[in-house]
């Protein structure tokens, strides 16, 4: 009885082991990656004063949009540079990266990965899915949900859209004599038209 | 209570006229350079919003100036020689040109710069040009050397308004006032 058991446990394990690696073998197989083609593809947010707003855009970004076997998105994964951000002056565009707006020297980057994505039925044409997972941006990392659409015209390319709001206090953007939203809202309207090409090897 | 002005006498909306737009030139002014110098802030967003709210106003009372004294008679200038009635016209102009020429150049400033404005916290003013560095350090110069000629023009007009007053005996400082 003893004896058995002893050997049942790694047999039970290198199973379970080899379960596993069939499971991350076939997602790879299936996995149909997308890249946001950076020549074509916007990532806008604007933050508002006095309910107006105030147009941004950010430069440098990349969008990664894996699909699994039936062509349904799987993982989002979006990076930005900081630094990139562009507001249309170069004043705006200094006092943007100031300690209390996106400090862009301390926190270059701001990543977005998802963990789960669903398909939802919305009237919204821009919101066909929603991408739930965790945005890390200045230094904070929150949970926030993406909602997106999806098209592939017959270019071969595929067209990612889609529109969220954030709160600039939850990432303590525009902080001390800012922070209290009186002049620039505390809503960031973030906006994003994509590109996006097929990068399966 | 005429509108109307005659050969000797500004009417009263003529006056009204001048003495708003000089209150305001007088607070715009000081608001202008304080704005300037203050450190980016809610305080410098605030000054500014009222800097530019002023500097509309202005605009629009000296286009309706403007237009009112284009349809209407102007006193004859106490001037006392030929010269003296040239420069004093050439002044004027030059001042009518600069209150135009001050909210325009500011306007073109504050669109180029991509802030947006609401006048007096309430009517959203439209951007006349879009973001443009190059754009904006032009126009911000225009303003600023504007407001270093109208500084100077307007000691030359006051003290002209005094000389008249105090030393010629002409009453020129009473007839513009109600």
């Known amino acids: 009885m003893r004896s058995s058991k002893k050997i049942f446990t790694p047999v039970v394990i290198l199973a379970l082991l080899g379960l596993a690696g069939l499971l991350i073998s076939s997602q790879k197989i299936y996995a149909d990656q997308w890249q946001s083609q950076s020549a074509n593809s916007h990532l806008y947010f604007a933050p508002s004063w006095e309910g107006l707003p105030i147009n941004g855009a950010f430069k440098q970004f990349a969008v990664t949009l894996s699909r699994d076997e039936n062509d349904q998105p799987q993982s989002l994964s979006v990076s930005v540079q900081i630094s ?45 899915f929603i991408a739930q997972g965790i945005l890390q941006l200045k230094g904070v990392e929150r949970n926030i949900q993406v909602p997106f659409s999806w098209s592939e015209p017959a270019d071969g390319n595929a067209l990612m859209a889609g529109a969220l709001s954030l709160g600039r206090n939850d990432f303590a953007i525009g902080t001390g004599e800012w922070a209290g939203g009186d002049q620039i809202g505390l809503a960031v309207k973030v906006w994003f038209d994509l590109v996006l090409e097929s990068a399966n090897d | 209570m005429d509108t109307k002005n005659t050969t000797e006498e500004w009417s009263w909306l003529s006056k009204l006229f001048h003495w708003l737009t000089a209150l305001l030139i007088f607070i715009q002014i000081p608001l202008g350079f304080y704005a300037e110098s203050l450190r980016l802030s809610p305080l410098k967003i605030d000054v500014f919003v009222w800097h530019k709210s002023l500097g509309m106003l202005v605009f ?117 006032w109600f």
């Open chain 1, 84 to 128: 990139s951000a562009d507001m249309g002056t170069a004043d705006f565009n200094e006092a943007i990266q100031m300690t209390e707006w996106f400090n862009g020297s301390t926190f270059a980057e701001a990543v977005f990965n998802s963990n789960t994505i669903t398909s939802v039925e919305s009237d919204d044409p821009r919101a066909q």
């Open chain 2, 60 to 176: 629009l009372l000296v286009i309706v100036r403007l237009l009112w004294r284009i349809k209407s008679t102007i006193p004859i200038a106490l001037a006392n020689s030929r010269l003296q009635k040239i420069l004093a016209s050439a002044a004027h102009g030059i001042l009518y040109g600069l209150m135009l020429a001050l909210p325009l150049s500011g306007w073109v400033t504050s669109s180029a710069s991509n802030f947006p404005v609401k006048l007096f916290w309430l009517i959203p003013l439209p951007s006349i040009v879009g973001p443009d560095d190059a754009l904006k350090s032009i126009a911000a110069e225009v303003h600023e050397i504007c407001v270093f000629v109208l500084i100077a023009i307007l000691i030359v007009h006051i003290g002209a308004a005094l000389r008249h007053q105090l030393m010629l005996g002409d009453n020129a400082l009473k007839r513009m």
